[in-house]
Each structure stands twice: as C-alpha cells, then as structure tokens.
C-alpha cells in the first residue's frame, strides 16, 4: 500500500466514523427532542398513563337474562376478545404476513428496517412496521392531529416525526405488556373493513363464527384483509380477495407454520364466506333494543359515559328462547292472516269508511308526511306538480313480505299502498311477580316497519279495559256472583246524549248471569249496566291505581275501552291481578357495567301496593271465565293447542270498533302476556266479527308462544294453578255464597219477604 493510498484509506475511516457520529448524535437528539416535544414543535406523546390504560373505541353489547347476545350500540363496531378466545390459526397467519420475527423483537425489527434499503432497491416495495408499531398507531392515532405540532406540517418531516414517535411508543408497550397482550389488542382494534373493528366482529360479519373457531382458510382471508380492508375485500372484490387469502397462506407455508401440500389443498377452496353486516335491523329483539336504546342514552348521559363508544355491557331481563319463541309465533300467526286479509280485500283498497267507501287521497296524504316528500318539496321549491311526477318515477326496490324480502318495481304511492296493506302485530310478556320482560315483539319487521306497537303506539282496547270497570265494582260492594240480566241500556250522560250499546253479536239473550259470566262472554249489556251504577270517574280511578298513565276519559263508554292506551300499560295492569294486588312496573334493564365488567349502575323495579289482595284473587277468579264459562271469549284456546290442558288461563280478548284492533291478555301463574293485532291505519280492518274479533287476530299467536314456553323445560314456565293468598277467605262458588247468604239473613214475621233466588 502507497502512503496516499494509506492515508486516503485514514481519511475515509476517519469520515465515516465522523458520519457515524455524526448520524448517532441526530437520531439521539431528534428522537428526544420527539419524545420530549422540544419547545413544543414536535406535538404530544402519549403519556405512560395513556400506555397502561389505552382507550378504544368499543361497541355496547346487549344481553339476554340468559346470556345471549341481543345486539350492539356502536359507531365503531368492535368488541374485545381476550388471547386465550383467538385461534392458534390467527395468530400464524398475523406472524407469517405482518411480523415474523415479532417475538424475538423490542418493538422494533431492525433486521426489517435495514432491508427496506434492499427491496428498494430491486423496485419493491415492503413495509417494516411490527406489530407493536401498528398497534400504536391504531390504538393511539399517532397520524391524527391530536398529537401535531408546528414540524408536523412540513411534508418531509412529518412521516421522520411519525414514525420516530410509533418507534418510541412501541418500546414503551414492549415494555409495559407482554406479547401476547399486544397481539390481544391489536387484533381487537384492527379495521377489518364493513364496519368490522377487532376480531371478534370481523369473524362474525365475514364467517357468522367466534374468533376461537376461525380455520386457517378463514383466518387468512381477515388476515389478508389488513393490507387494505376494501381492496381485498371478499364482497366487494372476491378475485383480489382470494389472491391475497392465497398470498397468506404462502407466507404460512414459507416459514413453516404449514406444509406445501397443506397449502395447496387449502388453496384450491374458494371463500366460504357467510356475510352479514351487523346493524339494528338484525337479530332478534330488534323492537326491545331500539325502546332500550332510548333509556340507555338517557342513563348515560346521568353518568356521563358514551353508549356508542366505551363498551358498556347491558344486561336485560329478556329471555332469548322466550322472544325467539314469541317472534315465531307472530310470524306463524301473522303470515296466516296477511294473507286472510288479501283475499278478503281481493283487488280492493282496505282505506275504507264505516259506510265501506273508499278514503279519497288516502295515498296522496300519506305521501305528503314522508320526508321524501319534504325533499322534493324543497327541491322543486313547493311545485307539487313536478313532487308527484318524480314520486310517480317508478324503481325496483326491495320490500318486505312474510316470505322474505321481494323486488318490485314501484314508485312511491306504489310502495304506500303496498305497506299499508299489512296488518301489524305486537306481543309483550311479563313475569309479573318481578315485572320483568321476557320477550317483546313490537311490529313485523323493524327493518320495514320502524314504529313499535308495544310502549310507541296506543290505541283502543276494546273489552280488555273492562278489568278495571269490574275491580272498581267488586271493590265497592258488587261480588263476582251479583248477577244482572243481558238486556239493552241506554245511558243519558248530563248533555243529554243518549248511549246504547249493542253486544258483538247483536243480539241479547235476556238471560240472568253473574258478573263472572258476563265478563267471561264479554257481554256489553253488563259492562254498561255495570258503569251506569258505579259511574266513570271510579273507573279511571282504579285504572290509574292498577298502572294506566294515559288520558282516560269518564265518559261512560270508558266501560267499552273507548280511550287508547299501550299494550306496556295493559300488561303492567293485568299483572297487579297475578301479583297479589302489587303493581310492579314493567322493566327491563337489570344493570349496567363497564368494559372491566365492574357495575355501574343496577335497576330495582318500580313497586308499590295498587289494590288488596282479594280484589285481585276475585279478578283472577273473574278472568278464569273466558276460559271456564259456557261460550267464553278464549275457549277457543281448546282448538289451538294445549295451554288450557293442566293449566289455569285467566284471560282477556278485546276487539273495538270495526274491528280495527285485536287483543287478548293471558294470565298464568308464571306470565302475563298481551298481543295486539291490527292495521297501521284505524281505517284498516276485516269488516265482519268472524274474521276481526280478538279472539281470532290476538288470541292465536298468545296460544302457539306458551306451547313453545311450555314445551322448554329450560324456560322454567310452567303449568298450574294459580296461588290463593291464605289472607283471602272470600266465598267464590255461587252455589255456597248463595246457601251462605240464606244462612246469614234473619227473615221477620212482618210482609217483608225476601227472593232468595234473586241475590245479589
């Protein structure tokens, strides 16, 4: 070697140990100056505070008293599994494609890093980041503006300042979790892509599964999904999708977490995808969850916590076999009388008069409240020529039926007419010695039919509020074997009108029967009879102390159920009856904790004392008449299955004017459930007692729900008699009172004579 060449040879190790240096003594003073936001340029860093209790964005869940799943609250939808609840399967293939070496590294893989220069260079290109780096980055939104400062916004420094603070806090969470909690929250806070956040949704949305039971196909796709949810997105791109689902499992059987032969067998099986997108049209419960959303936000807002993002748990008294059962039943029972309903309508619109003659503008009126119309309105600025020609512009549209969804090719008043069509049903069931809910059924289909039938809409009872007119007369002084006579009356209220009810039938026997019988057969003659004696304002009275809360008004056909009120406060009503005299509020929300599973807040029910326990045991006694008195109203419950069989039933069905709504309560010793049925509209009805009575539209669906209760042991409903409080000694077989009476009176020797055979 020549001198220069040595001391050019002197120079350059001098230069590059300088470089070295020099290079050493930068990254030492930017990532400090990063870590510390040096004069403030660099913007925040999460603090330790932030690293041992990171927060994410979670979905609320919903349960069943039983457990199950209803439904969720979220913006986000992602929900937290723990290691031990993902399959080996997921975790291969995460290592095999986006870190490999993730448990031998720190946070950072310089081996990875120092490649890049590599693949470069050869016009590829690959990311370095680790596991841990893109859990900082997911979990601490390290490229948002929550941590900017004043370098950020120089275009070449910025990703430089991003990436040093994913370095620095990637070691700070190597250091503070072990693998296995980083791998935990990364795959909980990962965007899986259709509103699926963490794995625990994605497996759900994308296969219907849990994360435990992910196969290696399966796993691969959602991992494959990570590069670019959209991209690779088995819907929308299916091709691509299978690409990359390939590209992982080559990456398995690369380092050696597979064989080829495996990997080539699992190759050449497409997708088996089994796709569905969460919301809250799905599920079942979907009426329950919106009416508990309404309560929760309002709960949260007390407690200032966020029901869409901090993971609240929701735990319900609702039963899932319960409701599944309940919404079987409606499905069974309604799908018969829709189609009933057609047929007796044929090709005519239902939107009827009393007199039968069709409601003018039905369609156009009711347009005239949809939002579309408001749009239109504002886009043509108020021309309703051109608002009805673009409602008129036919669309193929998917709409409900009771076979599933169906296309048509309909404009606006097409899709009207052809909702309105639909009868509705709703069922509410109650345990009423808890009040809790077990199952609720608020329409057909929320998806198609938002509005719920159970607490939102209110509408006329019919002969199901007359309960209330009897407890308020067997209270002041009448007894279930008074008996009146079935014969018309005619009321004149103070204005002079005349009121004179006529039985459903028409027709009055002019027979002499106890209270009991009447109110079994239903009979309107003894209803009125009855109020005319005791007068209206007692009956809203004891309506109001049995849990009505809706305007009632004392008029004298209240006797009739001329005030609307909600199938929620009828159930409630008829379950002080069952409960010993006790009204406890219907409820449904047992407590609410946090994503640590600790309580935040629990829910007692809502009691008090409504009635005594006699008048509700005569009640009991007096609802057992639909079900034991000659032609009762529910007997019909004998042809529909088997709920009379062994069992006590104190019921109730209800059918108003027209026949616009339907109803019937059933009381056993374990449940009080009520059904309404009916059309969205008044004016939309059967036109005829055979087909529109309750005992025909509700009653039905009351008798398959508690076969399918009755038939699950698991339920723990079951059969009997109800329990007569031993505080009650009250005489209900007429025949004994009657002797009883005879006994008591004490009969003179004056002209006083007494017909013992006209008692009351």
């Known amino acids: 070697m020549t001198p220069n060449s ?17 290079t050493f003594t930068f990254l030492f003073i930017h990532v400090w100056a990063v870590a510390t936001n040096f004069n403030g340029w660099y913007g925040g ?31 986000e939808n992602r929900s937290e599994v723990t290691y031990d609840q993902i399959s080996p399967n997921v975790i291969k293939a995460l290592y095999a494609t986006e870190d490999v070496r993730f448990e031998e590294h720190s946070g950072i893989d310089l081996k990875g890093l120092m490649s890049i220069t590599y693949y470069l260079a050869i016009g590829k ?23 900017d400062g004043p370098l950020t916004e120089v275009g070449i420094l910025r990703t430089l300042i991003i990436k040093t603070k994913e370095w620095i806090v990637a070691i700070n969470l190597e250091r503070t979790y072990t693998k296995q909690e980083i791998v935990q929250m990364y795959l909980n806070t990962v965007d899986f892509g259709a509103n699926s956040f963490g794995i625990k949704s994605a497996a759900k949305t994308y296969f219907s599964t849990t994360p435990d039971k992910l196969s290696l196909p399966e796993a691969a796709v959602l991992v494959g999904l990570l590069k670019a949810p959209t991209m690779y997105s088995p819907v929308i791109n299916p091709e691509r999708a299978l690409n990359r689902r390939n590209t992982v499992l080559d990456q398995l059987t690369k380092y050696n977490f597979i064989t080829s032969e495996e990997c080539a067998a699992l190759q050449a099986n497409p997708i088996a995808l089994k796709y569905k997108v969460e919301n809250q049209n799905q599920g079942i419960a979907t009426y329950f969850r919106e009416e508990l959303k309404k309560d929760l936000i309002k709960e949260c807002k007390k407690l200032n916590l966020d029901l869409y993002n901090d993971g609240l748990r929701i735990y319900t008294t609702i039963d899932s076999r319960m409701q599944r059962y309940a919404e079987a039943a409606m499905t069974k029972h309604m799908t018969f009388l829709q189609d009933k309903f057609e047929k007796y309508w ?70 009207i007419a052809y909702y309105k069509r639909f009868l509705q049903g709703s069922l509410l069931s109650v345990d009423p010695l808890t009040g809790y809910i077990k199952a609720w059924v608020g329409g057909n289909n929320y998806k198609h039919f938002k509005y719920d039938h ?23 002084g009448y007894h279930p074997c008074d008996e009146f006579t079935d014969s018309p009356v005619t009321i004149v209220n103070a204005d002079g ?25 239903s009979l309107n003659s003894i209803a009125a009879a009855l109020i005319q004696r005791i007068g209206p304002k007692m009956v809203v009275d004891y309506a109001r102390k049995l849990g009505i809360e809706s305007d009632l008004d004392p008029v004298y056909p209240l006797a009739l159920g001329s005030s609307d009120v909600s199938l929620y406060e009828l159930v409630g009503a008829y379950s002080v009856f069952v409960n010993n005299g006790n009204y406890t509020k219907p409820q449904y929300i047992i407590r609410i904790e946090n994503k640590q599973g600790e309580i935040i807040k629990s829910f007692n029910p809502e009691k008090r004392e409504a009635i005594s326990e006699e008048l509700a045991w005569k009640m009991v006694y007096m609802l057992q008449g639909s079900t034991r008195e000659r032609n009762g109203t529910a ?13 006590e039933v104190a019921a109730k069905t209800g059918t108003t004017s027209n026949f616009s709504d339907g109803w019937f309560v059933g009381c056993t010793k374990d449940l009080v459930t009520g059904i309404w049925v009916g059309g969205d509209e008044r004016s939309i009805h059967f036109h005829s007692t055979n087909d529109g009575q309750g005992a025909r539209l509700a009653m039905p669906i009351w008798s398959y729900y508690m076969d399918s209760v009755y038939a699950n042991p698991a339920t723990k409903i079951t059969k009997g008699r109800f329990t007569k409080p031993a505080s009650v000694l009250v005489e209900l077989d007429c025949a004994k009172r009657k002797a009883q009476l005879q006994d008591s009176l004490t009969i003179d020797n004056s002209d006083n004579q007494i017909d013992y055979n006209n008692i009351q």
């Open 635 to 647: 007997l019909g419950l004998h042809r529909l299955g088997s709920t009379l069989v062994g069992n």
């Open 45 to 75: 860093m999460p603090g330790l505070e932030n690293l041992t209790n990171p927060k994410s964005t979670l979905a609320s869940e919903v349960y069943s008293a039983d457990g199950v799943l209803l439904g969720k609250y979220f913006r």
């Open 497 to 521: 009108v005349s009121w004179s009810p006529q039985n459903s039938d028409g027709n009055f026997s002019g027979e002499k029967m106890t209270l009991r019988r009447g109110i079994g057969l």
């Open 346 to 415: 044929s090709k005519r619109n239902p939107w009827v008069y009393e007199n039968g003659k069709e409601i003018e503008n039905f369609l156009e009126n009711n347009a005239k409240r949809t939002v579309i119309w408001k749009q239109l309105m504002d886009q043509y600025n108020g021309d309703t020529d051109s608002v009805r020609l673009a409602l008129s512009t036919k669309k193929k549209m998917r709409v409900f039926s009771w076979n599933g969804e169906i296309e048509k090719n309909f404009n606006v008043y097409d899709s």
């Open 454 to 476: 159970v607490k939102q809409g209110k509408r006329q009872p019919g002969s199901c509020f007359k309960p209330f007119l009897y407890a308020a007369a067997l209270d002041n």
């Open 125 to 147: 290109r690959r990311g370095s980041s680790t596991i841990t780096q893109q859990l900082a980055k997911n979990l601490f939104e390290t490229r948002g503006e929550l941590y």
């Open 6 to 22: 040595a001391n050019l040879l002197r120079k350059s190790v001098w230069l590059i140990w300088i470089l070295f240096g020099a």
